[in-house]
């Protein structure tokens, strides 16, 4: 089969994939993605993520459905015919090899003569900061240069699909920053699409243009970080995205002369009237609130809820407030750094009712 030059849209449509012994690993998969586009697949360890990216890139079969290239189905095409590069968590890179060697090593299986091959090694290595690491064997460098020589590696054949799975996983925290940042203004610059694996929700946050929250095999919510962020699907997503986690809390709504409450614990917390009514949600429901949006009250504020820090975490940007009451759900409250408090003492707090999420108590789908 002839080498295909892929122009970067890509369709996964009703994509199932089930290995031996029942495991239905990936579960009607559905996505459209744009050329240009920054996708991150997130989820939980085991939720099938890789399966998927495997699957896209040839080195799994599909059980059913069809991973379709610029329009054309891709099934049966081998992965050197698809046109991707690929990044792993292992650098999967030949240790007695030269940083250049190395680099050149997809062109030279091309059969791209020497000059050539010379030239985009310059290139790419100057775009990376290899340069002076070229004549350096791949065994003599520290695990950040490495992974900047497998990026070399999958950049330098001008793929028209990355994909990668858990690059940073091996790097330490201030690294795996930096080189976040770098794979982004490559990624800008050279407008490929790309599919990055991650079980991290920050590096997803950070790096999609959109995140493909995925759990149990089935893709949760598909949209850019501030939608997954502001309105989550469901109590799965609201609970995956975000650190702190969402506040969560099992709760009624209740009508009174057309002023609709939620109750927290003892307390109630008027909710005004918009939506609601034509919603007709009533009676128990679950109630979601970021900890960002509980903020301090004072004590006479007819609308604050008393409760008591356990827990204080102040990194001198902001504070996490840890909080417990009698009768009332634990809450996190995320506030200014000049938040004054320490454990053991008691504080009132006041939700911000435009920004409460419900959910139904059953199947944990948002109300939207
Ligand atoms: P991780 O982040 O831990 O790599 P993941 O989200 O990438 O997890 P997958 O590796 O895609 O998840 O695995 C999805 C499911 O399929 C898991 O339940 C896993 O045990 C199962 N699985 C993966 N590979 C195989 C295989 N070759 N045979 C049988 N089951 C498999």
Not at 329 to 338: H, R
Request: net charge positive; aromatic share 6%.
């Amino acid at each position: 089969m002839e080498n295909r030059n892929f122009a970067g849209d890509l369709q996964i449509s009703k994509v199932n994939k089930w290995y031996p012994g029942d495991v239905h690993a990936v579960k009607d998969m559905d996505m459209e993605i744009k050329r240009g586009e920054f996708i991150v697949f997130v989820g939980p360890s085991g939720c099938g993520k890789t399966t998927l990216l495997r699957m896209i890139a040839g080195l799994e079969s599909i059980s059913s459905g069809e991973v379709i290239m610029d329009g054309r189905t891709v099934n049966q095409v081998p992965p050197k015919n698809r046109d991707i590069a690929m990044v792993f968590q292992n650098y999967a890179l030949y240790p007695n090899m030269k940083v250049k060697d190395n680099i050149a090593f997809p062109l030279k299986m091309q059969h791209i003569g020497k000059t050539e091959r010379e030239k985009r090694v310059a290139e790419v290595a100057q775009k990376l900061e290899l340069d002076a690491l070229l004549e350096r064997k791949q065994g003599a460098l520290s695990g950040g240069q490495r992974q900047r020589v497998a990026l070399a590696r999958a950049m330098i054949r001008k793929p028209g699909l990355f994909l990668m799975d858990e690059p940073l996983a091996n790097l330490d925290a201030k690294l795996r920053t930096e080189m976040r940042r770098e794979i982004i203004t490559l990624q800008r610059e050279l407008g490929v699409t790309t599919i990055y694996v991650t079980h991290d929700q920050t590096e997803a946050m950070t790096m999609g243009t959109r995140i493909a929250v995925i759990s149990g095999g089935v893709l949760q919510q598909f949209g850019t970080p501030q939608e997954i962020y502001r309105n989550p699907a469901n109590l799965f997503v609201a609970g995956f995205i975000g650190s702190p986690n969402m506040n969560v809390w099992d709760t009624e709504l209740i009508s009174n002369n057309g002023q609709h409450y939620l109750t927290l614990g003892n307390a109630r917390i008027p909710m005004g009237k918009s939506g609601l009514d034509a919603r007709g949600l009533q009676g128990p429901i679950k109630a979601g609130i970021r900890p960002e949006h509980i903020v301090p009250a004072a004590p006479d504020d007819p609308h604050a809820v008393r409760m008591k820090i356990s827990i204080l975490e102040n990194t001198g940007r902001e504070a996490a407030v840890f909080l417990t009451g009698a009768d009332i759900p634990d809450m996190t409250m995320v506030t200014g750094a000049d938040f004054s408090g320490r454990a053991g003492q008691e504080v009132y707090i006041r939700l911000k009712p435009e920004k409460i999420l419900l959910f139904n108590t059953e199947t944990g789908c948002a109300y939207g």
